[in-house]
């Protein structure tokens, strides 16, 4: 779970500023809490199951150093301790873990070099982009690299009659866009924390954001990708072309959170600039209205751009935060975004519009120029942080339902905070039916923690009960590990280590995430005695 305690709250995140260390923003953020002590649901280096640990290899740490020093400029190789524990965490602050070495590679080459290292002394290793990650999936080892990709900034190519873009991995999601701007284009996947986050990391979260309704996930933008693979090989996944013969590599490692190997360059596509963009705001008196408007809108074929919805809780956070000036006594809000030609947008408002009013909107409001666009996406956009203001302590959950299952969860999430004493605001994508519920708590409240962990549980297990998911786009990292089981029988998670062993039988990328217990290498230790069925049945084979 997202816990995000007192000292470590998500609103640091969201203040790009120069890094401490290759001007990586999220470093930055985390570079003052790097004194504070102990926090509840810390994972301390020794602990070694947490984090899936296989026990000191100093000497393979000393030689992939060496190694590193080698191909890297100084600069670039960070063994001292207080600087090393700038990267101790990422955006899910309380799990924290000082890595052995940290490395911040300028080229593919190097960094391939780097993994070849760990490959040949068997040293875990961690890719990490700016660390806005919200599952823990760039906590670093104790006993492995930390690979950093914020030096690997360069647009490589804008091709605008390909409508592609080849980037490193550690361009900024916004930048992309930026770059792309002029020749009319953009970048449609854009998470909340676009100012600062990476592609390379949205590559491995498969990232969505407010406009994935419409455009899809980062799966969907992605088509090709240099990888470093874990033996420290550079392969080409995809490409320019629309489609490549042979298994879809490219979509196996969008989505696999670092476990697999680094992508060191990333080939997305452009969307071209809609013709027209109108932005609606609708208050509700409740979330089971904006949950029916929603369901309605896209029920009759309308697919907006964006569909956004706060609660009261959510939006009295945001208006404390940025004064957004939503609708007074709204228990509710939804932000509607219409794009494309003017013809289709202008008949899709119409119809919109009907949707909500009947629907009981009390307040339909159309922002007219940049301005008043920008302002009610504020109040959504800055809503994480913004719940800071009202909580010092917030768990973001992350978990996603059939949008037509909306009023039903949203009033059994009420239930349960009503029930609990817990308070829970929610802002969430409802097109999606992706699910931020905030959970908020007072750590110096004894049992606090504890309650709202319960509740922010309770909720994934609603998610799962109504045929949705551990999680939308923050994936699983260390955080959600221990929640595929109930998502997923040993059969399906024996099949995905299967396809991790494939590319990593040394288990040495990203090891201890996203799998409850590893299995199926053979030299890493597995609760599970029998063979896979596709092993036993000669169809496949453990590595
Ligand atoms: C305020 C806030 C709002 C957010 N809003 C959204 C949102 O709307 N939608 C959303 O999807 N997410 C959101 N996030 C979560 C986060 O920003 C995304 O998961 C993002 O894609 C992480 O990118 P990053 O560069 O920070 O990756 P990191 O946190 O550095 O890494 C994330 C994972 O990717 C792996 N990784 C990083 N780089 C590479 C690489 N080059 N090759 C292979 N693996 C790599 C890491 O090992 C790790 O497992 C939000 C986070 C914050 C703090």
Same mark, same amino acid.
């Not at 930055?28 to 020794?46: F, L, Q, R, W």
């Not at 873009?165 to 998470?191: C, H, R």
């Not at 992605?222 to 995809?238: I, K, R, Y």
């Given at each position: 779970?997202?816990?995000?305690?007192?000292?470590?709250?998500?609103?640091?995140?969201?203040?790009?500023?120069?890094?401490?260390?290759?001007?990586?923003?999220?470093?930055?953020?985390?570079?003052?809490?790097?004194?504070?002590?102990?926090?509840?649901?810390?994972?301390?280096?020794?602990?070694?199951?947490?984090?899936?640990?296989?026990?000191?290899?100093?000497?393979?740490?000393?030689?992939?150093?060496?190694?590193?020093?080698?191909?890297?400029?100084?600069?670039?190789?960070?063994?001292?301790?207080?600087?090393?524990?700038?990267?101790?965490?990422?955006?899910?602050?309380?799990?924290?873990?000082?890595?052995?070495?940290?490395?911040?590679?300028?080229?593919?080459?190097?960094?391939?070099?780097?993994?070849?290292?760990?490959?040949?002394?068997?040293?875990?290793?961690?890719?990490?982009?700016?660390?806005?990650?919200?599952?823990?999936?760039?906590?670093?080892?104790?006993?492995?690299?930390?690979?950093?990709?914020?030096?690997?900034?360069?647009?490589?190519?804008?091709?605008?009659?390909?409508?592609?873009?080849?980037?490193?991995?550690?361009?900024?999601?916004?930048?992309?866009?930026?770059?792309?701007?002029?020749?009319?284009?953009?970048?449609?996947?854009?998470?909340?924390?676009?100012?600062?986050?990476?592609?390379?990391?949205?590559?491995?979260?498969?990232? &969505?954001? #407010?406009?994935?309704?419409?455009? $899809?996930?980062? =799966?969907?933008?992605?088509? *090709? @990708?240099?990888? +470093?693979?874990? %033996?420290?090989?550079?392969?080409?996944?995809?490409?320019?072309?629309?489609?490549?013969?042979?298994?879809?590599?490219?979509?196996?490692?969008?989505?696999?959170?670092?476990?697999?190997?680094?992508?060191?360059?990333?080939?997305?596509?452009?969307?071209?600039?809609?013709?027209?963009?109108?932005?609606?705001?609708? &208050?509700? #008196?409740?979330?089971?209205?904006? $949950?029916?408007? =929603?369901?309605?809108?896209? *029920? @009759?074929?309308? +697919?907006?751009? %964006?569909?956004?919805?706060?609660?009261?809780?959510?939006?009295?956070?945001?208006?404390?935060?940025?004064?957004?000036?939503?609708?007074?006594?709204?228990?509710?809000?939804?932000?509607?975004?219409?794009?494309?030609?003017?013809?289709?947008?202008?008949?899709?408002?119409?119809?919109?519009?009907?949707?909500?009013?009947?629907?009981?909107?009390?307040?339909?409001?159309?922002?007219?120029?940049?301005?008043?666009?920008?302002?009610?996406?504020?109040?959504?956009?800055?809503?994480?942080?913004?719940?800071?203001?009202?909580?010092?302590?917030?768990?973001?959950?992350?978990?996603?339902?059939?949008?037509?299952?909306?009023?039903?969860?949203?009033?059994?999430?009420?239930?349960?905070?009503?029930?609990?004493?817990?308070?829970?605001?929610?802002?969430?994508?409802?097109?999606?039916?992706?699910?931020?519920?905030?959970?908020?708590?007072?750590?110096?409240?004894?049992?606090?923690?504890?309650?709202?962990?319960?509740?922010?549980?309770?909720?994934?297990?609603?998610?799962?009960?109504?045929?949705?998911?551990?999680?939308?786009?923050?994936?699983?990292?260390?955080?959600?590990?221990?929640?595929?089981?109930?998502?997923?029988?040993?059969?399906?998670?024996?099949?995905?280590?299967?396809?991790?062993?494939?590319?990593?039988?040394?288990?040495?990328?990203?090891?201890?995430?996203?799998?409850?217990?590893?299995?199926?290498?053979?030299?890493?230790?597995?609760?599970?005695?029998?063979?896979?069925?596709?092993?036993?049945?000669?169809?496949?084979?453990?590595?």
């Amino acid at each position: 779970m997202s816990l995000s305690a007192g000292r470590a709250r998500e609103g640091n995140h969201m203040e790009p500023g120069p890094g401490a260390e290759g001007n990586d923003p999220m470093t930055s953020a985390h570079g003052t809490e790097t004194t504070a002590g102990p926090i509840p649901g810390n994972v301390a280096p020794e602990d070694t199951t947490a984090t899936g640990e296989r026990g000191a290899n100093p000497e393979g740490m000393a030689a992939v150093t060496r190694r590193a020093r080698e191909v890297l400029a100084p600069t670039n190789v960070i063994t001292d301790r207080t600087r090393l524990r700038t990267y101790e965490c990422d955006g899910l602050a309380n799990y924290r873990v000082t890595p052995a070495l940290v490395v911040l590679p300028e080229t593919t080459e190097q960094l391939a070099a780097v993994v070849r290292a760990c490959a040949e002394h068997l040293v875990p290793f961690v890719a990490r982009g700016s660390g806005t990650g919200l599952s823990g999936g760039a906590l670093p080892r104790a006993d492995g690299v930390l690979v950093v990709t914020s030096r690997m900034r360069a647009i490589r190519e804008i091709r605008r009659a390909d409508q592609r873009a080849i980037v490193e991995p550690g361009v900024i999601n916004l930048d992309v866009t930026k770059a792309a701007t002029s020749s009319g284009y953009y970048y449609a996947p854009d998470p909340s924390s676009q100012q600062i986050c990476s592609i390379g990391g949205n590559l491995a979260e498969n990232s &969505g954001g #407010a406009h994935c309704l419409k455009y $899809g996930f980062t =799966t969907n933008h992605v088509v *090709g @990708a240099e990888f +470093v693979t874990p %033996a420290g090989d550079v392969v080409q996944l995809g490409g320019l072309a629309t489609d490549a013969p042979g298994y879809d590599l490219l979509g196996v490692v969008v989505g696999s959170e670092g476990t697999l190997g680094v992508a060191t360059s990333v080939t997305v596509r452009l969307v071209r600039q809609p013709e027209e963009v109108r932005t609606l705001l609708a &208050g509700f #008196a409740s979330t089971d209205d904006a $949950g029916g408007a =929603t369901s309605a809108i896209i *029920g @009759a074929g309308i +697919v907006p751009a %964006a569909i956004e919805m706060m609660d009261a809780l959510a939006i009295e956070a945001a208006e404390a935060a940025v004064h957004c000036n939503y609708p007074d006594g709204a228990g509710a809000v939804l932000v509607i975004e219409l794009d494309g030609a003017s013809i289709e947008v202008e008949h899709e408002f119409r119809e919109v519009e009907r949707h909500c009013n009947e629907h009981g909107a009390f307040e339909l409001r159309v922002a007219t120029d940049a301005t008043e666009r920008a302002l009610i996406w504020r109040g959504r956009k800055s809503a994480f942080a913004a719940v800071g203001r009202i909580s010092p302590d917030y768990i973001v959950q992350d978990g996603v339902i059939p949008r037509t299952a909306l009023p039903e969860v949203l009033r059994a999430i009420a239930e349960l905070s009503s029930s609990s004493g817990v308070r829970v605001a929610n802002v969430f994508h409802a097109g999606d039916g992706n699910l931020h519920p905030l959970v908020l708590f007072d750590d110096s409240v004894e049992g606090a923690g504890d309650a709202a962990e319960k509740v922010s549980g309770a909720i994934l297990d609603l998610c799962i009960s109504h045929g949705g998911s551990i999680t939308g786009e923050h994936g699983v990292g260390i955080d959600k590990a221990a929640y595929m089981p109930k998502m997923f029988t040993d059969e399906d998670l024996d099949t995905m280590q299967l396809v991790r062993c494939a590319f990593d039988p040394n288990a040495i990328a990203n090891p201890g995430k996203v799998f409850p217990t590893p299995r199926l290498c053979g030299e890493v230790p597995g609760r599970k005695k029998r063979a896979h069925p596709l092993v036993e049945a000669g169809l496949a084979e453990a590595f």
